[in-house]
């Protein structure tokens, strides 16, 4: 398949298509070992990412591919790069390609399995596996997930390392296994290790054979992967450099040196299947199964440390036919259906095939709003809190909610919610203190699943409890809540979660520079971006309770109905006053404000004045200062509108739709229609944000009209909010001097 791709197809463009061959024949046996006789229909998968040629080649001789796939790797339409859950035709588990990740998400999936199993009854028992590569283990998120206390106890989890002791760039320096080892170990793992095969375990039983395990044991793997390269006398004299006495003895009459020290575990089938049955064995705690392997095992560039994206020539592949006795007219055929391994193919086929799995919330309907009512000024953050616990009291939808946090969930506003649903355990925990404002029940009934402070961790659990209608039969309305600016720490698992089509909402709170005395470091600036920019995923920021209330609800229905992905709010912690929107309600009417809310903006406030006319656009907690600028505006004759706008995604989104329609029709362009709606007049905009300036300057384009940007372009520091808005320009003098600006231009 990687061969075709590289040699056969007429890319035009002169760009490597590459394949990763080397790294696809290291984890062969092991895959072997799962499909062909290790899992049931109900296991559950996530291949390394180079080795996705070996996983669409089982499935096709499972007969799960069509052959028009095996010459498309790596071409539009056709087999991805990396396993992908939503690209690729095959049915794949977990997505990989950030490199970590897709080692971590089984972990994850299993979590959600233990809650799904504790809430809604057991599910047929499976197996959640990993194939990961070891210099994979170079990555912190790893380490992270491991000792994570929410991890602990999963004897359904196993991970097979595909420990050829190579990366991209070089040979792993050093012997890592002990470390390695220790570490899994320390984190309450089962470690087992499938280091040697046949040939060198019946050595090893040999008079004096001993002393050539320990050589092998103790040899640096720099040393080791050397040998590759080399036979003969050569390889005979580099073997036995710095080799104890002993060694040159024993293997002074084995001909067939280079067989002999290369027959490694990975490659063995009979001592893989030994491996993954003992871990089965482990009930109580996860398993890692480090599989020494050969990187291009069986292949002409096996052990080359620069084979990482090596590609064999045309005479390596006719050479490679030859030996395993294909030619050019059958090398696509699967086994003969009658053969022995036709008939394992068959019988494998119909073990692992599956029921179709239902994504959606199947009579839940979530209520349009909570009714959420303040006399008061009340923080979103606030507000999204109460209506977690409303949510928390409707029969229908209650059962279905879930939250988790990163160590943050009563400094968010989960205690509430807490406090009625209490925290998910495995097993009931005695509370040793009194808590009058958090009731941390820790129970098999709990719904918020606490995590430590590892917002990585966080992004995987969401997005496993995000899938967890294919991968544990049940769907949910997952809930997480970071502080703001740590989405950035986390960023990598978030667009993993998403990238594999998970759904679930994510509150960044607080954000902004509004959370003024906690500094710079605790300030977010650039988080709107990446909720506007992220695919599959929808930037939500209403600066109002009762907007939150329509839009947090709209996203748990999108949710339970299998809609759309991701919805990311963006929260703070300042309380507003919250008659402004009230007002906009009762001159607007329930309805049309409650479908332009959803849309993405509404007009908050307009100045009845004859004067030129100048927009305010604002999302979030800077509301306030929008309002103050615009009546004063209005007391110099200016007819100024204010915007609150609630999606800045959404409204992004309708602009782009319409774009990408006059581009492909060669048709002028219209204004969409919540755009027509917001801003139904042409004037000069001024936008005004608690981040960087950038994220709405785009609105003076899809207008036509001059827009004057404010917001955060610069580290913040402590202060109260007046400070901090002083400082970057979002007090009302400074909005209205942008509104003049606009205007003369």
């Known amino acids: 398949m990687v061969d075709a791709a590289n040699r056969e197809r007429e890319t035009g463009d002169g760009v490597k298509v590459g394949g990763h061959q080397a790294s696809s024949a290291s984890l062969t046996s092991v895959m072997t070992a799962l499909y062909f006789h290790h899992l049931t229909a109900a296991d559950k998968v996530s291949v390394k990412p180079h080795a996705s040629p070996v996983f669409h080649a089982i499935q096709y001789l499972l007969g799960n591919l069509d ?122 793992w089962h470690v087992a290790e499938v280091k040697y095969g046949r040939k060198l375990q019946a050595a090893f039983a040999q008079p004096g054979g001993e002393v050539l ?82 990187k291009g095992w069986g292949l002409p560039l096996a052990g080359n440390p620069r084979n990482h994206s090596g590609l064999l020539t045309g005479d390596q592949i006719t050479a490679l036919r030859g030996e395993l006795g294909l030619g050019e007219h059958d090398e696509w055929d699967r086994f003969d259906p009658a053969s022995a391994a036709g008939i394992l193919c068959n019988t494998r086929r119909e073990v692992l095939a599956r029921a179709p799995r239902e994504a959606r919330l199947t009579g839940v309907t979530v209520p349009a709003s909570t009714g959420l009512r303040s006399a008061k000024p009340m ?60 009731k941390w029940a820790e129970g098999p009934t709990g719904q918020h699943i606490e995590l430590g402070i590892s917002e990585m961790n966080l992004f995987l659990l969401l997005g496993q409890l995000g899938l967890s209608w294919d991968l544990s039969g049940q769907p949910l309305l997952p809930v997480g809540t970071v502080y703001d600016p740590f989405v950035c720490r986390g960023l990598d698992a978030f667009i993993y979660s998403v990238y594999s089509g998970s759904r679930f909402v994510i509150a960044g709170t607080p954000s902004g520079v509004t959370l003024a005395p906690e500094g ?20 939500i920021e209403p600066a109002y309770a009762g907007a939150l209330d329509w839009l947090l609800c709209d996203s748990f229905a999108k949710i339970a109905a299998a809609e759309d992905g991701a919805y990311y709010f963006r929260l ?8 402004p929107f009230a007002a906009a309600k009762e001159r607007a009417g329930e309805a049309v404000l409650r479908r332009q809310v959803l849309a993405g903006a509404y007009q ?62 060669a048709t002028t362009p219209s204004v969409p229609g919540a755009l027509r709606a917001a801003f139904p007049v042409k004037a000069p905009i001024v936008t005004v944000h608690d981040g960087a300036s950038h994220a709405m300057a785009w609105l003076g384009s899809a207008l036509g009209v001059p827009c004057v940007p404010l ?17 970057h320009d979002l007090m009302p003098g400074s909005i209205v001097n942008a509104a003049l600006a606009a205007l003369s231009l």
């Open 67 to 188: 052959r028009s796939y095996l010459t498309t790797l790596r071409q539009r339409g056709g087999l991805q790069s990396y396993p992908s859950r939503t690209k690729d035709p095959d049915e794949v588990d977990f997505s990989t390609g950030s490199v970590g990740l897709g080692a971590a998400a089984p972990l994850f999936a299993a979590v959600t399995r233990r809650y799904v199993d504790a809430h809604f009854g057991e599910r047929p028992g499976s197996r959640f596996v990993a194939l990961i590569g070891d210099a994979e283990l170079d990555e912190g998120n790893i380490w992270e997930a491991i000792v994570d206390p929410a991890t602990t106890g999963l004897g359904n989890v196993m991970w097979v390392v595909d420990f050829n002791r190579q990366s991209l760039d070089r040979v792993v320096p050093g012997i890592q296994i002990d470390k390695w080892r220790g570490q899994f170990e320390a984190a309450g």
């Open 213 to 294: 395990r320990t050589w092998l044991d103790a040899m640096p793997n720099e040393q080791y992967q050397s040998l590759f390269a080399l036979a003969g006398d050569e390889l005979r004299e580099r073997f036995l450099d710095g080799a104890p006495a002993g060694v040159a003895e024993f293997i002074a009459g084995v001909e067939d040196l280079y067989g002999l020290v290369t027959d490694l575990g990975g490659h063995d089938i009979a001592s893989l299947v030994d491996a993954f049955e003992a871990a089965d064995a482990e009930k109580d705690r996860p398993s890692v199964v480090f599989a020494y392997t050969v």
């Open 379 to 438: 923080s979103t953050q606030e507000g999204f809190g109460r209506i977690l616990v409303d949510l928390s009291r409707d029969p229908a939808v209650a059962p279905y909610l879930v939250t988790t946090a990163p160590d943050v969930a009563t400094s968010t506003n989960l205690a509430g919610f807490i406090n009625r649903t209490g925290v998910f355990s495995p097993e009931q925990r005695r509370a040793w203190s009194a808590d009058p404002l958090v």
């Open 520 to 539: 710079g470091a605790h300030q977010s600036t650039i988080t709107p971006s990446i909720g506007l920019e992220l695919p599959n995923t929808t930037l």
């Open 572 to 579: 703070s912690t300042r309380p507003i006053d919250q008659a």
């Open 604 to 665: 908050l406030w307009s100045a009845d004045v004859a004067g030129p006319a100048v927009y305010l656009a604002a999302s979030g907690a800077v509301l306030p200062e929008t309002l103050a600028a615009a009546r004063e505006l209005a007391e110099e004759g200016i007819q100024a509108h204010v915007v609150d706008v609630t999606s800045l995604d959404r409204l992004y989104s309708a602009w782009q739709r319409t774009l990408r329609q006059g581009v492909r029709t």
């Open 711 to 727: 917001g955060v372009d610069v580290f913040g520091q402590s202060g109260n909010v007046q400070d901090l808005y002083e400082l």
